[in-house]
């Protein structure tokens, strides 16, 4: 199956699909965000250095006659300007 395809498919252009999974009953579609950084809410400086990361787990319609599940793996940043190294920007 074309991972651009489904990318069209699925309509969320900010994830990219960075693996799929065809099981006999399902379809298993793993993202991740686009941005290699984000914007640290506290003080506005870009954060680009990945501090975890951990999947969660979505249903969503069928495609191809197949139940979707969509794991977003979601990154925490950590950001340079906080002094203690515990202070994240998350996606």
């Known amino acids: 199956m074309d991972v651009y395809g489904i990318e069209a498919l699925l309509g969320l252009p900010e994830f990219r699909v960075i693996d799929q999974v065809i099981r006999p009953k399902r379809l298993d579609l793993h993202l991740q965000r686009r941005d290699a950084s984000i914007v640290c809410p506290r003080c506005q400086t870009s954060c680009s250095r990945v501090q975890e990361?951990?999947?969660?787990?979505?249903?969503?319609?069928?495609?191809?006659?197949?139940?979707?599940?969509?794991?977003?793996?979601?990154?925490?940043?950590?950001?340079?300007?906080?002094?203690?190294?515990?202070a994240l920007g998350e996606e």
């Open 53 to 86: 990361s951990r999947p969660r787990c979505m249903r969503d319609l069928p495609i191809l006659e197949r139940p979707v599940l969509l794991w977003l793996h979601l990154r925490r940043f950590a950001c340079p300007a906080r002094v203690p190294p515990s």
